[in-house]
């Protein structure tokens, strides 16, 4: 009798600037993770802004408002030179890690950009950091449909045509309703976990990696 094989691990997240640890652990945990880039921007979001050290590092927009986040373009704000001072210091020990990721802001923040493109180079670049081997995919199609639960069922649908077990953030059970086919593991972020930059755990842990994995857990 041939063995099942065990169910992908699947994540969606919108596009994220310099993400913290708890979106890590859910990189880490899926196979592999659909990136929304269909969804109204917001100035208050993620989408262009982190803390780093308790204090807010934001990306300054050539434009704002409620365009699709795909569409959002940036202007080089010096955020390179802020990682830099703050995080690539002698107190930090692990810190020339970070080289190559602020390598990558810095080029690619020369030049007008999109943001979108922005967050997408630089997921890529703090997974190969910490050792990542998750497939990340885009999704830049606009989803229409009447509730969150069946535009996350579109979104998915357009990538993965096999069975999976999705991986979603505790939020999500406000809006995950019967209509989502797939078995469901929602995560818990344990008390006191840092929503700074991951770049900061990367620069002070030994093992960053296994730090990630332990800030969370998954249950039904």
């Known amino acids: 009798m041939q063995e099942s094989k065990p169910a992908l691990k699947v994540a969606s997240h919108q596009s994220v600037f310099l993400p913290w640890a708890g979106f890590w652990h859910k990189v880490a945990s899926s196979d592999v993770v659909v990136i929304a880039n269909d969804t109204d921007f917001s100035r208050r979001d993620y989408e262009h802004r982190v803390t780093i050290a308790g204090a807010w590092a934001t990306l300054p927009l050539r434009k704002e408002g409620r365009e699709i986040s795909s569409q959002v373009v940036l202007s080089d704000g010096g955020i390179a030179d802020r990682i830099e001072r703050e995080l690539m210091v002698k107190r930090f020990k692990y ?112 093992d960053p990696l296994a730090k990630i994995i332990g800030v969370a857990e998954w249950r039904k």
């Open 95 to 206: 810190r020339d890690r970070l080289a190559p990721i602020v390598e990558d802001l810095r080029t690619i923040t020369r030049e007008e950009v999109k943001l979108s493109e922005l967050n997408w180079l630089l997921l890529h670049s703090i997974a190969r950091v910490l050792g990542l081997e998750t497939v990340f995919l885009r999704d830049d199609m606009k989803t229409l449909g009447p509730t969150k639960t069946q535009r996350l069922m579109t979104r998915l649908s357009r990538h993965i045509t096999q069975d999976y077990t999705y991986l979603a953030g505790f939020g999500a059970k406000a809006y995950l309703d019967c209509d989502f086919k797939q078995p469901i593991l929602y995560q818990h972020v344990a008390d006191g976990v840092s929503t700074d930059s991951v770049l900061q755990l990367i620069a002070e842990e030994e």
